[in-house]
């Protein structure tokens, strides 16, 4: 059993030293600004599967209305409050559902993710958000609607095994 408690995580940034292997690092940068109303993430590194991009995680972000510049190797993020937002990814992506439904939950209003992931990892995700307290509507389909909150509090959960680091 690994018990993990975010109540002491002050830090806006995520430095290259520590993401620099792992391109999931991005899924703090949602998470980071919704608590924190900005954030400074390294520009995630490759994975098994290669490199792959995050503009989708960005451009969900932006219509949310952050401010997002990239320099230096850096994403840095900001928004005084994230406000709920139609979003319509170009594609899909896990992570990038990940990331806008964790930021959405501390969104002013309600966000609707139009062609979300349905990876059981998104869906686990999910039912861990709601057990926080998060409003989430649609879980395991590729429309996502998220009531935000204005916090989340802790809860117990089982996290299912990850499927591609055990194809890989």
Do not use: W
């Amino acid at each position: 059993v690994t018990v993990l408690n975010g109540a002491q995580i002050d830090k806006l940034e995520a430095p290259y030293d520590l993401v620099k292997t792992m391109r999931a690092s991005i899924l703090v940068l949602g998470p980071l600004l919704a608590r924190f109303g900005e954030a400074k993430v390294s520009l995630p590194g490759g994975c098994a599967i290669g490199s792959r991009p995050v503009d989708q995680h960005i451009k969900g972000l932006q219509a949310m209305g952050a401010e997002i510049t990239i320099e230096a190797g850096y994403i840095h993020a900001k928004a005084k409050r994230l406000k709920g937002a139609r979003i319509v990814t170009d594609m899909i992506t896990v992570t990038g559902t990940e990331n806008l439904l964790m930021a959405a939950t501390l969104a002013e209003g309600e966000t609707v993710l139009e062609n979300a992931a349905r990876e059981p990892e998104v869906t686990d995700l999910a039912h861990l958000l709601v057990a926080m307290g998060a409003k989430i509507e649609g879980i395991g389909t590729d429309r996502l609607v998220i009531q935000g909150v204005t916090a989340l509090h802790g809860a117990s959960h089982a996290v299912i095994a990850d499927r591609i680091e055990t194809a890989t």
